[in-house]
C-alpha cells in the first residue's frame, strides 16, 4: 500500500549529521547537528547534546578541553 511523503518523514528517524571534527590538543572532538540541537563528543564520548547553535558548542568544546588540558598537566 503506497503512503505519502509526510507518512514516509514521519517514519524516518532522524540522523546526527557531522558538522565539524577536529583534533584539539590530541583528542578528537565532533560536533554534531540533530534536528534543532547540536552535540559535543570528544574521543568517542558524549560532552553535551543540547547546544542551540554551533558556535555555542564549538566555545563549550574549546572550555572543557582547555580545562582537562589544564588539570592533566
Partial sequence: MP???????ERITPKNVIVKKY?????E?????EE???SIT????????DFDNQV???EAATSFLELLI???E
Fill in 23 to 27: 583534533t584539539f590538543e590530541g583528542k
Fill in 36 to 38: 534543532t540541537t547540536y
Fill in 29 to 33: 572532538v565532533v560536533i554534531a547537528k
Fill in 42 to 49: 570528544v574521543d568517542g564520548n558524549l560532552l553535551s547534546d
Fill in 70 to 72: 589544564g588539570e592533566e
Fill in 56 to 58: 555555542e558548542a564549538e
Fill in 3 to 9: 503512503f505519502s511523503f509526510k507518512e514516509l518523514r
